[in-house]
């Protein structure tokens, strides 16, 4: 596979050509299988037909450093086959050190030898990520445990193990072209801080009205809400700016000593909701901006009060935060449907989002089973894979299986377009050339060729 290279806010392969990356997570979880699903591989058939040129997998610190100082050699190299196998299939890759609610103790993460909660409590009930977060005395104190660096058994600190074990990763996969960026901490959690911003942002609020409680939502003003969060986004701002950037650098040191792949960077955990983000550029380039975002029903049982109005919000805030870094972009997670009918509805609506932005994406998240799932169909969407020149918009219109796009084209190089569909034409107002490679008997890759430069108006139906 073509290497990826970054230009400014786009992904260029080393033909020079754009690309779209699109595609799926895989987070196993399960440390009982290892976290690796059952026949795993089965899958990457599922992930071709879907047109997926892009998985975000998700490996554990549980998994690479069992005891601290001693690498899972089995489970590195287990990891580097699935990799192989997507570089067979034409998948790019990016690595995401997973964690959920910090620790593998809690749901994932950290293995239990760094997990330092001083024994502190943990509520049972704590099972979703934003309850978990501000109740949970022992996950608060793992993370500030984790930041301040505080020595594990061998008394070697929480930071350095960390380093070290991204400086064993960089290693193993220095080699895989396919292998787009390392990802050092899904949705970074600040610890203490978040449950000090929270109370002291309540606190705030009450000043004028009493009765305020973020936990009826209900009886709260969207300008009550916008205040309120006001006063939370400045202290993680600052979070952002100073732990989490010196947290990037400091893995960018440890993965430089073997690998000059990118750096992903997305923003802390609140960073998933309409919280801007304050991380910057690292002063050694070589960095994509992976957001994460989700209607705050994500995780419920109220779909009924999904708001696709908050979602296109809270990427037009992604969206800012891409311009003020002017990093290429792929949402790093969205999504975690339901299987229901109106999934596909939802699906849809996000994808409208990323042709506007001309984004990656991956889908969070891949469940065995969604092979024969119809009620996520629609991620199976028509989009230009490689634009032979500088891409200006793309749009595809799934009931009418009709897709549109406009490039700059550079007059050589075949642009390629996966397609959900088998066209029946296409239009192209520069003369051109047209084929088409059959996948499945429902979907094709088409490969266009202009004959001259110029501004390429296409049409695929």
């Not at 997998?57 to 690498?71: N, Q, S």
């Not at 978990?132 to 193990?161: M, V």
């Amino acid at each position: 596979m073509e290497k990826i290279l970054l230009n400014g806010t786009r992904f260029i392969n080393e033909s020079g050509r754009e690309v779209i990356l699109h595609g799926m997570n895989v987070l196993c979880r399960d440390a009982a299988l290892g976290h690796f699903y059952p026949d795993f591989e089965n899958a990457f058939p599922f992930f071709q037909r879907m047109g997926f040129n892009l998985l975000r997998f998700g490996i554990f610190w549980h998994g690479v450093e069992p005891r601290p100082g001693v690498y899972d050699e089995t489970y590195l190299g287990r990891v580097k086959e699935i990799v192989n196998l997507a570089e067979s299939c034409g998948i790019y890759i990016i690595l995401d050190m997973h964690q959920d609610l910090f620790a593998q103790k809690y749901i994932d993460g950290a293995p239990d030898w760094a997990c330092l909660d001083d024994g502190l409590p943990h509520p049972e009930s704590c099972t979703i990520w934003y309850n978990a977060y501000l109740e949970s005395d022992a996950i608060i104190r793992a993370a500030d445990n984790f930041w301040a660096n505080k020595p594990a058994e061998d008394g070697a600190g929480l930071l350095d193990h960390y380093s070290s074990m991204w400086e064993k990763i960089a290693e193993t996969f220095a080699d895989c072209s396919n292998v787009i960026g390392f990802e050092p901490m899904n949705e970074p959690f600040m610890g203490s801080i978040a449950r000090e911003a929270f109370g002291y942002a309540t606190r705030k609020m009450m000043e004028t009205n009493p009765a305020f409680d973020l936990t009826k939502p209900e009886a709260v003003t969207e300008e009550e809400q916008a205040a309120f969060m006001g006063i939370v986004s400045r202290r993680f701002l600052e979070f952002d700016r100073t732990t989490l950037m010196d947290y990037y650098r400091r893995m960018q040191r440890a993965i430089r000593k073997y690998s000059d792949k990118p750096i992903v960077t997305g923003g802390n955990i609140y960073c998933s909701t309409n919280i801007p983000t304050g991380i910057e550029r690292l002063e050694e380039g070589n960095q994509i901006y992976a957001p994460h975002g989700y209607d705050s029903v994500v995780d419920s049982a109220r779909y009924e009060s999904f708001s696709k109005r908050n979602v296109e919000l809270l990427y037009e805030e992604k969206r800012r935060g891409q311009e003020r870094l002017g990093l290429p972009t792929i949402v790093g997670e969205w999504g975690a449907f339901p299987s229901e009918k109106f999934t596909n509805d939802l699906i849809r609506h996000m994808n409208g989002i990323l042709e506007k932005n001309l984004w990656g994406s991956a889908y969070c998240e891949y469940h065995p089973g969604m092979e024969s799932d119809a009620n996520f169909s629609s991620l199976c969407r028509t989009y230009p894979a490689e634009t032979a020149g500088k891409l200006e918009m793309y749009r595809y219109d799934e009931d009418a299986q009709r897709f549109e796009m406009i490039f700059e084209a550079e007059g050589s190089g075949e642009t390629r377009i996966f397609c959900s569909f088998i066209p029946q034409g296409v239009e192209c107002n520069l003369p051109h050339s047209f084929r088409i490679e059959q996948l499945s008997d429902r979907s094709c890759c088409c490969f266009l060729k202009t004959d001259i430069a110029g501004r390429a108006c296409v049409v695929v139906k």
